[in-house]
Nanobody, 119 residues
């Protein structure tokens, strides 16, 4: 059993910053990658950023230069530092991870945390 718990969402004005956190818990041998997705009202869920076990990172074009993903491997935690936020960044942000359990790989999702960017 793997659990991902996000925190750090909230409301911010355009141009502001927020930091999201996601902690993984359970009988985890290792984590292949951790990442973030988001789902805006009335839209499909979209991938935002990923960091792998070697700390290689990838971002969707719309957040490059504004968002930074990082991880604390010892704590099985991933962060998303979001700067220069725009109203179009408003969405529920979901943590995602592929973890290695005793019986193999397992993809896990968090429950989501709401980010609202509005003046």
């Amino acid at each position: 059993q793997v659990k991902l718990v996000e925190s750090g969402g909230g409301s911010v004005q355009p141009g502001g910053s927020l930091r999201l956190s996601c902690a993984a818990s359970g009988s985890i041998f290792s984590i292949s990658y951790m990442g973030w997705y988001r789902q805006a009202p009335g839209k499909q869920r979209e991938w935002v950023a990923t960091i792998d076990s070697r700390n290689n990172t990838n971002y969707v074009d719309s957040v490059k230069g504004r968002f930074t993903i990082s991880r604390d491997s010892a704590e099985n935690t991933v962060y998303l530092e979001m700067n220069s936020l725009k109203p179009e960044d408003t969405a529920v942000y979901y943590c995602n991870a592929e973890v290695q359990l005793s019986y193999g790989a397992h993809e896990a999702w968090g429950q989501g945390t709401l980010v609202t960017v509005s003046s």
